[in-house]
């Protein structure tokens, strides 16, 4: 459905997309994992055809996003991560006027108008105006707005940013159903690891405008560990560093972090793992308050990728760039 | 894409511009009162010609008569009857020019007639009589309003001395006048009944407030909706890119017009301006007008970032083409460069046709200088603002 071969774009100088290569299949779910900055909005606005790569090329259903843009714009719906929507004007206005620009014929589109309002629980709002909505409100409007043309692509960039978790789970069963209702392939950026988990058919994990790595979420867990492998949270009240050093010595250990006091994250590989520590702690007199055994997560591939998580690389981007050279000229979005 | 299509997408939203605009009360209570201001500020900063009253002005008799006739108590007498009738002076006797100049200083007079010494000498040998107005410089509207008025009242006085004098040698009056005053120089004037300073000004500030008013608008409103993201939702659609601003313009088209309708029933209701021309003329040359600017709105719209710079842009253009363009003083007093400034502004051109249609009451073939300066104006910007508008839209 979608290929996109060496997809590049610089900013006066600054490369936010660097040769990106990838496909996406019909009715796919693909994510695009990585913290602020990494990219993803940019790849989002060139497929979208809102931004003009700098290099490389991308089809989406077979058009070019350059030389045939129209024809992509035909195919595609986009959920952008600042609402698309007039606070003036009303639910219904609102995506009459976009229905319109669709050239979408006036009884069909206020056909649809009401049946994607009925979806998202909105109907009894459609005569409100969308100034007046909720946060969530707000971010189901601006999901059945990108409906509006039944598209065969839909891109979500960032869609449950800034909402409450039950808004959140709304919007994540929504995506879904329209995955599966109506076989939309749907491209979403996120920069929550449990979301592309939860979501994502694929994800590609993106850094530096990079896609370092991309595959299905339980394939990319394989990757740091192994099929053997055990992933232990250790609660001990009475921790010494003499325990942490009796584990660290065994043979199954791959890494033992200390995340605080009491508490110890031990990856290990091997079937006997889980019985070799309890015993090593249990010689040194370590009292076990809980233990719990771990699937690897996301942050966990990401962090075995990227060498570093994903929180504290966003945290350092922005000063970061703040001092670059290209200050004054350096664009957003 | 057809044009069709096309159309039919600018129109979409240009509707939903003007439902957003129709809807923010603060915004449209703002856009009437713009006008509103401008219109009661200016017309009464403007002094018009009706309201001169009580204007002192010191009167020197130089004369030295002839034998014991002297022809400048007549025409005082003449110049007090029609003060008494109009209560336009307050006349002030004085000696010589130097007093006058002091008055005129110490602000005791706004100007001055000084009637020569050989006034009636002159008159008796069958030449010119002089009389010299005294003009304020340092207050331009006054003097070139006392300079009309008085010239326009000496004027009618030679006429109807004129007319004696001729009817003496035994002619009837209609045929005196035909032979003192070949040429009707009202006529010639151009302008009939009362003509004001606000005649002048008002279709200037009319087309102003239009051009201002889409100027400003534009970037405006294309530049708020790339910030708040609701471009991207247009963009993002199969239209044309040129939809877009040909939506935005029609929108801020009808803003604009709204405003120019508004200013002129004030002119006409509150100041007595009186449109001479064709109405519907005065409005197709405000949308000519507009064509003429939209294209450079544009190409500033596509420069800015964002809304701040976008208004800031236009501001900063917008002003010295308020001054330069003949809105609120002539033209021909500026100094040369500005002149040549002001000939490149397309607001002159509109200011100027407009003036022309409103006062004058010109029809097309008089106005095809102006006419072909806005559209070759209209044309070239706008060929010059489509690629980069659409660049820009998607950089």
Not at chain 1, 6 to 16: Q, V
Not at chain 2, 143 to 148: F, P
Not at chain 2, 250 to 262: E, F, K, N, T
């Amino acid at each position: 459905m979608i290929e996109v071969r060496d997809l590049t774009k610089k900013f006066n100088g600054f490369t936010a997309v660097d040769h990106v290569t990838f496909d996406v299949k019909n009715s796919e779910v693909f994510g695009l994992l990585g913290p602020n900055g990494a990219g993803k909005t940019t790849i989002i606005r060139m497929l979208s055809t809102l931004t003009r790569p700098t290099k490389g090329t991308a089809r989406i259903g077979g058009y070019d996003i350059v030389k045939q843009d129209n024809k992509v714009r035909q195919l595609i719906g986009l959920v952008s991560e600042k609402m698309i929507m007039y606070d003036r004007l009303t639910a219904e206005e609102n995506l009459r006027f976009f229905g319109k620009l669709y050239n979408i014929p006036k009884t069909l589109l206020n056909q649809r108008t009401d049946e994607l309002l009925g979806l998202v629980q909105l109907s009894k709002w459609k005569n409100s105006k969308v100034g007046t909505f909720s946060t969530g409100m707000r971010q189901r409007m601006n999901v059945i707005r990108a409906l509006l043309n039944m598209p065969k692509v839909l891109f979500l960039d960032e869609p449950t940013l800034g909402l409450d978790p039950q808004s959140t789970v709304e919007v994540r069963e929504f995506i879904k159903k329209i995955n599966k209702e109506n076989k939309t392939t749907i491209i979403l950026t996120t920069h929550m690891m449990n979301e592309a988990d939860r979501l994502c058919d694929r994800i590609g994990i993106i850094d530096h405008g990079k896609i370092d790595t991309l595959d299905t979420s339980t394939n990319l867990k394989k990757l740091v560990s192994g099929d053997d492998a055990t992933v232990l949270k250790l609660e001990i009240p009475n921790l010494t560093k003499k325990m942490v050093t009796a584990i660290q010595a065994l043979d199954c250990i791959k890494s033992v972090s200390q995340e605080n006091a009491s508490h110890l994250k031990i990856h290990a590989t091997g079937d006997e793992a889980f019985d070799t520590i309890i015993d090593a702690v249990r010689a040194e007199k370590a009292k076990i308050n809980s233990v719990e055994n771990l699937q690897p997560t996301l942050e966990d591939v990401f962090l075995h990728i990227t060498g570093r998580e994903v929180r504290d690389k966003a945290d350092n981007k922005i000063p970061m760039r703040e001092h670059g050279p290209f200050r004054s000229k350096r664009r957003v979005r | 894409m057809g044009a069709k299509t096309m159309i039919s997408h600018s129109f979409r939203i240009a509707w939903k511009d003007l439902m957003e605009l129709f809807r923010n009360r603060m915004g449209l209570v703002l856009l009437i009162l713009m006008p509103i201001f401008m219109m009661t500020m200016v017309g009464f900063i403007y002094p018009s010609e009706t309201s001169i009253s009580n204007v002192s002005i010191a009167l020197v008799n130089e004369d030295e008569g002839f034998g014991n006739y002297s022809a400048s108590s007549t025409f005082i007498m003449a110049l007090e009857t029609v003060n008494d009738n109009t209560g336009m002076m307050k006349l002030t006797d004085a000696s010589n020019l130097d007093e006058v100049r002091d008055l005129i200083q110490t602000g005791d007079a706004e100007g001055g007639i000084i009637i020569s010494s050989d006034f009636t000498s002159n008159l008796m040998s069958g030449k010119q009589g002089t009389i010299t107005i005294v003009t304020d410089e340092s207050n331009p509207q006054m003097s070139a309003m006392i300079q009309a008025v008085l010239g326009e009242v000496f004027e009618q006085m030679g006429t109807m001395l004129a007319q004696q004098n001729v009817q003496g040698l035994g002619v009837d009056a209609n045929t005196s006048l035909a032979v003192v005053k070949p040429y009707n120089v009202q006529a010639t004037g151009a302008v009939e009944g009362e003509f004001s300073y606000f005649d002048f000004i008002a279709p200037g500030i009319m087309a102003m407030t239009v051009m201002m008013s889409v100027m400003t608008g534009l970037p405006a409103a294309i530049s708020q909706e790339r910030e708040v993201g609701t471009l991207d939702g247009m963009m993002v659609a199969p239209i044309n890119r040129l939809a877009v601003i040909l939506g935005k313009t029609l929108a801020q088209m009808a803003r604009g017009i709204l405003q120019g309708v508004l200013i002129l029933v004030l002119a006409v209701t509150l100041f007595g301006v009186t449109v001479h021309g064709n109405i519907l003329l005065v409005f197709a040359l405000l949308l000519l007008g507009v064509f003429s600017f939209v294209g450079l709105g544009v190409v500033l719209t596509s420069f800015a970032k964002d809304q701040e710079t976008a208004v800031m842009m236009m501001t900063t253009i917008m002003f010295p083409m308020m001054f330069l363009s003949g809105v609120f003083f002539p033209i021909e007093q500026m100094p040369w460069f500005m002149q040549s400034i002001s000939k490149v502004l397309p607001l002159t051109y509109v200011a100027d046709a407009l003036r022309k249609v409103m006062v004058l009451g010109a029809d097309i073939p008089a106005l095809t200088t102006e006419l072909s300066v806005l559209i070759v104006f209209g044309v070239v910007m706008t060929a010059i603002a489509v690629p980069v508008f659409k660049r820009a839209m998607t950089r």
